[in-house]
T-cell receptor, first 112, second 111 residues
């Protein structure tokens, strides 16, 4: 059974810092992994999708990497801003199913 | 395009009442999902569908039923609501190996 873990659960950093959010999964047989952002009381906004054959994806200040063999993905945020404050969730799609398993998220606060 | 639309946005029910949540997508996506989100537990999959006329159970299906009679709509039903079903419900859809798109959620309280 796929299990997805996100550490740390919460993170507080000063504005301008580069930071890394982690997502670990137990079953390396995945077909893709998706990172989301969720603002309080809102829905989920897709940030990046990495296919199983890819090592990384980039969008603006965001870079997501995938290492299937070690069961890890990282989301790198460059030059953080107060507007980046939100909860970041990863979702893992496991091969052979159509289902996604979510981590419990990392709550990020960027201080001005 | 509207994307994924969930109806209603808020609802309060009494224990034992029934209701249906509607998810509609206008992107011609094959796959549709219903999740619930509870504090500290992330999103958990309730039911999903891989195409019109098909449904399958997710991680937490008990107490819920679903139907996908039309490709664009995915309905989630609560036959006899219980306080444990108080949650925020999200619908999502996707096409092939592309990203999931989420609706804005339905906040459901059961008294």
């Amino acid at each position: 059974k796929q299990e997805v873990t996100q550490i740390p659960a919460a993170l507080s950093v000063p504005e301008g810092e580069n930071l890394v959010l982690n997502c670990s999964f137990t079953d390396s047989a995945i077909y893709n992994l998706q990172w989301f952002r969720q603002d309080p009381g809102k829905g989920l906004t897709s940030l990046l999708l990495i296919q199983s054959s890819q090592r990384e994806q980039t969008s603006g200040r965001l870079n997501a990497s995938l290492d299937k063999s070690s069961g890890r993905s990282t989301l790198y945020i460059a030059a953080s801003q107060p507007g980046d404050s939100a909860t970041y969730l990863c979702a893992v799609g496991t091969s052979g199913t159509y289902k996604y398993i979510f981590g419990t998220g990392t709550r990020l606060k960027v201080l001005a | 395009n509207a994307g994924v639309t969930q109806t209603p946005k808020f609802r309060v029910l009494k224990t034992g009442q029934s209701m249906t949540l509607l998810c509609a997508q206008d992107m011609n996506h094959e796959y549709m999902y219903w999740y619930r989100q509870d504090p500290g537990m992330g999103l958990r999959l309730i039911h999903y569908s891989v195409g019109e006329g098909t449904t399958a159970k997710g991680e937490v299906p008990d107490g819920y039923n679903v139907s996908r009679l039309k490709k664009q709509n995915f309905l989630l039903g609560l036959e006899s609501a219980a306080p444990s079903q108080t949650s925020v419900y999200f619908c999502a859809s996707r096409w092939a190996n592309q990203p999931q798109h989420f609706g804005d959620g339905t906040r459901l309280s059961i008294l």
